[in-house]
């Protein structure tokens, strides 16, 4: 069985191999890094974590 933090330690350790093997400093990506990258997924995601918790949902973009 995996522990709770296995992925945030398998991310860091990518991280630094990444940083030792290509000699670059690190970089903040930002806490909304993962969210934009793929924001469409984050949606579906999110919208069916409401609907299991009994909520029915409808997306709106917000008035620009």
Request: proline letters at 6%; glycine letters at 4%; a positive charge.
């Amino acid at each position: 069985m995996k522990q709770p933090h296995s992925a945030l330690g398998h991310s860091i350790l990518v991280s630094a191999y990444h940083i030792l093997t290509r000699r670059v400093p690190y970089r903040e990506l930002g806490p909304l890094y993962f969210d934009a990258l793929d924001r469409q997924r984050v949606q579906q995601r999110l919208v069916q974590r409401l609907e299991r918790l009994g909520y029915t949902v409808t997306l709106q973009p917000l008035a620009a």
